[in-house]
Structure formats: C-alpha cells, structure tokens
C-alpha cells in the first residue's frame, strides 16, 4: 500500500468521533486531491461541494454530510469538473505528521483549505450553481 494510501486510513481513523464530524472534511479533501480522470464524477463533485462549504461557509462535517444526501437524493447529470496539476501545498501526509488533538483538528482545515484554494479557480463557479439548484 502506498504511503499516502497509509497516511489518509491513519487520518480517517484518527477523526473517527472526533467532533464536528471532522471525518467528512478528511473524505472530502482527499478524495479531491488525488482525483483522476478516472475518478468517478460523483467522489470529485461531492468533494469539491464539501470543501467549498467548509472553507467558505465555515460548515461542520455533519452539516456537509447533509448537503451531500440533498444532493443524493435528486439523480442528474453533474458538472463537469477541471483538474489542476497542482493539487495544493498540503496533503494529508502533513496533516498525519501534526500531533494528534486541537493542532491536528487545525491542520485538516489547512488542507481543505490549501486544496480547495487549487481548485477554486476554475470549479467554484460550477460548485456554487450546482447548490444553487437544491
């Protein structure tokens, strides 16, 4: 299993019951950066409407969560998404390497924040008429 792989299954247990639901945000960003072309639309699209309501609408995991079975609920074609090359200056290899508690917590948004702020500029619009829908 490849080291990343291995970092984000140490991340994803760590956030087991951490609160806010913090797991969702973990799911989200890394789902995002290390998408393919042959990643299913469903995981990037889903990420992406997670990580823009994180870092801009400042919402918890849970309330993500929610929007994400909204968005579940209602089958349609979705957007179509860019890719940058650049998938931000974070990945969760950082973020498992910051101690465990409020400074981990902290890095998590960091990444979120440094792969969302990647793909931002060529989806936001996308992500924000996706929502504008439900």
């Not at 101690?99 to 989806?123: H, L, M, Q, Y």
Request: glycine fraction near 8%.
């Amino acid at each position: 299993m490849d080291a990343e792989r291995t970092a984000y299954e140490e991340v994803y247990l760590y956030t087991m019951g951490r609160p806010g639901f913090i797991l969702q945000h973990v799911v989200d960003a890394y789902a995002v950066q290390t998408a393919t072309n042959d990643t299913k639309p469903i995981a990037i699209v889903f990420g992406l409407v997670g990580l823009y309501l994180r870092v801009e609408k400042q919402y918890s995991g849970r309330q993500v969560q929610l929007v994400h079975m909204e968005l579940g609920r209602k089958k349609r074609d979705l957007p179509a998404i860019a890719i940058p090359e650049n998938r931000g200056a974070i990945t969760v290899a950082d973020v498992r390497a910051t101690p465990e508690g409020p400074a981990r917590d902290k890095a998590i948004d960091d990444w979120c924040r440094a792969v969302w702020s990647v793909f931002a500029g060529s989806n936001r619009q996308t992500i924000i008429g996706l929502l504008s829908e439900y």
